[in-house]
């Protein structure tokens, strides 16, 4: 399977949202054999490698936007030896008794 054929189906898939068992035969690749690639792609590191040289040349033109760039701690691995934070203050109000248990512990009583 050629690699343009493979990437297609790739792309058809994450555009359209559809499963992979539903990709179209007139695509040239059957949806298994897409998402097989797509996982070899990524073992190898080329989705990782792809995103560094976009980033570079997109760089390199000064198209690159900080402002709409958002990072978590998939994207961002946490420094080692880094301090723990401090306990979390309780912001939420306390909990109140649950009715059907009030309402139990009233009809004891009453028998």
């Keep these: 399977m050629p690699d ?18 539903d990709v179209p ?9 897409c ?8 073992a190898a590191g080329v989705w ?4 560094r040289v976009l980033l570079v040349r997109l760089r390199g033109v000064d198209r690159l936007d900080w402002r709409r760039a958002s990072l978590d ?5 946490a420094q080692r030896g880094a301090r723990r934070p401090g306990p ?6 306390r909990q109140v008794p ?4 009030s309402s139990m512990a009233g009809a004891r009583r009453l028998a």
């Design 98 to 101: 649950s009715g059907i248990w």
């Design 88 to 93: 979390t203050r309780r912001t939420g109000a």
């Design 4 to 21: 343009r054929v493979a990437l297609a189906g790739i792309v058809f898939v994450l555009r359209t949202d559809i499963q992979w068992r």
């Design 48 to 51: 990782a490698a792809l995103h």
């Design 35 to 42: 998402w097989r690639r797509l996982a070899e792609w990524h």
């Design 73 to 77: 701690s998939a994207s961002v691995r």
């Design 25 to 33: 035969a007139e695509m040239g690749c059957s949806g298994k054999t």
